[in-house]
Structure formats: structure tokens, C-alpha cells
């Protein structure tokens, strides 16, 4: 008879990973390659390296390495707080009287609240051993900011962190969570730029988007002296650091195993998910496993479901090199979501190129629903969750009300993202039912894809 399985599957210390997986050593067909903007050729080091540290621009550009060891002073920082938790939501599962098992790993037990430290950690180390003195950064709903923050405390570095300005208002904590550990915070769009100062003559009352931090923290990176810009999503080396939570996932479910038949995750810019499914989609590329892959973003900023697969830029001041990617052009600005983390127009050229191959499935949810799901999952399960992982959440329980409907006993195994406690403006919104759904209409997204840049290989 099969071993009951615990509410939480443990790994030891000693399973934290000591390698990051890179998905795409196992790529039959490669993403395309990211683009300088001015020659319109494939970006080397040397186009990045005046963004970027060093050794997360060698593994940008690494498409065959399958597995870069986790240099132990890395490893010193995870066993801080890894491995994160696997839990099997017997509760939700007995509250949604589905027969299919539900798993969640859970990446909101640092204090950061979100698996971001994850690409933090490592990014902040690379800047200590390349020499920098200092960091900037965006973040937008906050966690990324954090996650920075706690980082640079650790390894000893000094940091600037552009906000999302509405983010900055409807979050005081997150902003006084990050000052105190020693960062300096700018709301966003601001003054002490050139593209923040552009974004304020052009619209005085924006709210700001994650496009434009960017273009204010890498302005900010390169006018200063040993200085560089860390993005905590988007890029590949976040998704590759982000791989350990697949791994631990996949070491935890294979001690039972456990094959999961569905993997969910909430998609902003891509790194959570890309890092969850990682380990298991590199088995169903190579043929081993037939498993299901959904991403699951907001309505209010639809990349996947409702973007255009082209070359464009990471930021609104154009500025960074470009990527091919689902995108809803870099000029678009979500509405206000509570959901901040999911606010970004483009998806990481990995997932993107995966998706476009019909190997991931993706699908967008309005916010009453997602908190419609948070309120259920936190009631069963205990857990206070973000309203970005509560995407994931929703999409969870409605394929679990499938297996309901069919008698099908599927796995299914979602990211948990992170904790909701800096959120509860959002919760107290859906408390007095106050808050709204926004869908973006077709002209609105045609505004965006008017920013996509105007080259041959968009055509
Ligand atoms: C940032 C964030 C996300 C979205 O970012 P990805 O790069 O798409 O993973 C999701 N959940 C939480 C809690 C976040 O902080």
C-alpha cells in the first residue's frame, strides 16, 4: 500500500539544491536571442555589463549550461530560510470535496514574504564579490524591494529603491519594512531622474507603472560610480535562480511519489513560475511526463492571453536591451490591481517561447474572483495569502472543481508565492465590496502595442 503522505513533506537542510536548473540546456527549439536596441543584434556581456553584474549577465546568456553551482556563500543565505514548505492542502481539498490530491509550496516564510529573496540573495552576493558599493532597484507591490533590501543588509551593500508610486501609498509598511532595513526608497515616477521627470511632464497624476522604476533605476545604475541594477523578475537569471523552488518541490514529491498531473503558478513577470515548473517541464520537453503547465495573471494586464509575441523593451524610457516576448508594449500602464506583483506589460522570453510552442497553458482572472479564492484557501489552509499568488490559488481550485465534476483524481501542485499581511488595504476593499474588476478594452491594448518598437524583426 502507498505510504500515507504527510500534511507537510519535509526535505532536510541538506536537500536545499547546491545547482541552479537551467531549463533551457534542455530546449530543443532555443528562445530567440535578447537584442541590443541600436544595432538590432544578439546583446553580448559587454552591452550588459554597464546595467548589470557580471555573473548574472554570463548566465543571462547561457542557453547550455544545464546545472551552475550555487556558490556556498549563497547557500549560506537559503539555509537561512529554505527549504520552503510543501504542504498538501488536505483541508482545501476537504472543503472543495474534490477528489483530486492539492499541493502548494509556500515561499512566504522570510521575511520578505515572497520567493523573490530567492534571485535577491544571489544577485546581492554577485555585486559583493564583483566590488560594487552600491544597488538600485524598481519594485512594485513591494516584496522585491524587500527582498533587496534584506540581501543588501546581509552582504553589505548600499541600495536604491525606485516604488511604484500608488504601491508607495497603498503599502506604507512595505516602505517602512524596506527603510528599516537600511535602503533608501523613492516613490516612482520622481524627480531625481531624467525619464521620471519626462513621465511627470507627459501625465502629473500617474500612478506609475514597473516600466517606468526601471527606466529610473537604471538611469540611476549607470550615472553612478560601482553601482549596478538588479530586476528581480523577467530576466533569465532570476528564473534560474528561482529554479530551486521546483527542485525542492520536485525532491519533496518524488520521496512519495508524487507526480503531479497540473502545475500552476501566478504570472507576472515570469520568475516564480518559470522556477516551479522548471525541473518538470525539462522532463516533459525530454518525453518523460505528460504533466499540464497554467499561468495564471491578472485581466487587468493580460501579457500572455491578450499580448502580442514580439521584440520589445523591458522598460517605458526604452532603455534596456530587447526581448522577444508576450507583451502589451512597453507604454502600456495597467490600471491599479491589487495584485502589484502581476502589474508588468511583458513575460520572460523563456515562458514566452514555451507558450508560443503550446507547452504552457495560460489563462487571466478578474480580482473579485482571485480574492473570492484567497478568502476560501485562507479559511481551509490557515494561510494569509498574496493576492498575486491567490491568482494561482483560483486557478487551483477551479481545476480541483473539475475533477469534482468528471470523478477525475488528478494531482495538482500550485506556487504559493507569498503572504498577504502587506495587502490588507486590498482584503478590507473586498471586505466592503468596494473593489472593481478592470478589463482593458481592445483600444486600450492597441494604445500599448502602438510603444512596440518599430524594427524588421516585429514585422
Ligand atoms: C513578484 C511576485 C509575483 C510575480 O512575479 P513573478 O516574477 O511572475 O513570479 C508573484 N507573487 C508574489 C508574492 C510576488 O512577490
Not at 180 to 202: M, Q, V
Request: charged share 25%.
Amino acid at each position: 500500500m502507498a505510504q500515507k503522505i504527510p500534511t507537510r513533506l519535509y526535505l532536510s537542510e541538506d536537500e536545499i539544491p547546491k545547482f541552479w536548473y537551467n531549463l533551457r540546456a534542455d530546449m530543443t527549439e532555443k528562445p530567440d536571442p535578447i537584442l541590443h536596441p541600436g544595432t538590432l543584434k544578439p546583446a553580448t556581456a559587454a552591452d550588459l555589463e554597464p546595467v548589470f553584474c557580471k555573473e548574472p549577465v554570463k548566465q543571462e546568456l547561457d542557453d547550455a549550461t544545464r546545472l551552475i553551482p550555487i556558490p556556498e556563500g549563497i547557500q549560506e543565505f537559503y539555509r537561512a530560510y529554505r527549504p520552503a514548505p510543501l504542504i498538501r492542502a488536505y483541508f482545501l481539498e476537504k472543503a472543495l470535496e474534490t477528489p483530486a490530491e492539492i499541493y502548494y509550496k509556500f515561499e512566504g516564510t522570510n521575511t520578505s514574504g515572497s520567493h523573490k529573496l530567492n534571485s535577491a540573495a544571489a544577485q546581492a552576493f554577485y555585486a559583493r564579490e564583483e566590488g560594487l558599493s552600491s544597488l538600485t532597484t524598481e519594485t512594485g507591490a513591494g516584496q522585491w524591494g524587500t527582498a533587496m533590501a534584506m540581501a543588501c543588509a546581509f552582504y553589505g551593500l548600499k541600495l536604491t529603491v525606485y516604488m511604484v508610486k500608488v504601491s508607495s501609498e497603498q503599502k506604507p509598511y512595505r516602505k517602512a519594512l524596506i527603510e528599516t532595513y537600511g535602503a533608501e526608497l523613492i516613490p516612482s515616477p520622481s524627480n531625481t531622474t531624467e525619464s521620471g521627470k519626462k513621465i511627470l511632464e507627459k501625465d502629473p497624476n500617474t500612478g506609475g507603472s514597473l516600466g517606468c522604476a526601471i527606466s529610473e533605476a537604471v538611469e540611476r545604475a549607470v550615472k553612478s560610480d560601482k553601482c549596478r541594477y538588479v530586476l528581480g523578475s523577467v530576466l533569465n537569471h532570476v528564473l534560474l535562480h528561482q529554479s530551486v523552488i521546483g527542485q525542492e518541490a520536485k525532491a519533496a514529491l518524488d520521496k512519495y511519489g508524487v507526480k503531479p498531473d497540473i502545475i500552476i503558478g501566478c504570472a507576472g513577470g515570469g520568475s516564480n513560475l518559470g522556477g516551479l515548473i522548471a525541473p518538470f517541464i525539462g522532463e516533459k520537453i525530454t518525453g518523460k511526463s505528460n504533466t499540464r503547465f497554467i499561468a495564471v495573471e491578472p485581466a487587468s494586464c493580460p501579457s500572455f492571453t491578450r499580448g502580442r509575441y514580439a521584440y520589445d523593451f523591458g522598460d517605458t524610457a526604452k532603455t534596456t536591451p530587447l526581448m522577444r516576448m508576450y507583451t502589451l508594449g512597453n507604454g502600456f500602464i495597467p490600471s491599479a490591481n491589487h495584485a502589484g506583483g502581476l502589474r508588468y506589460h511583458g513575460m520572460n522570453s523563456v515562458l514566452s517561447k514555451l507558450y508560443k510552442d503550446g507547452c504552457l497553458e495560460a489563462r487571466s482572472e478578474v480580482q473579485t474572483g482571485v480574492f473570492d479564492a484567497a478568502v476560501r484557501f485562507m479559511k481551509a489552509e490557515g494561510i494569509l495569502p498574496a493576492p498575486e499568488s491567490s491568482h494561482a490559488i483560483k486557478a487551483a481550485m477551479d481545476e480541483a472543481l473539475e475533477c469534482k465534476r468528471t470523478g477525475e483524481k488528478k494531482v495538482i501542485l500550485f506556487g504559493l508565492t507569498g503572504t498577504g499581511y502587506f495587502d490588507l488595504t486590498a482584503y478590507m476593499a473586498y471586505n466592503t465590496k468596494t473593489m472593481t474588476d478592470h478589463i482593458p478594452t481592445d483600444a486600450e491594448l492597441e494604445q500599448g502595442f502602438a510603444s512596440l518598437p518599430d524594427i524588421p524583426q516585429n514585422k
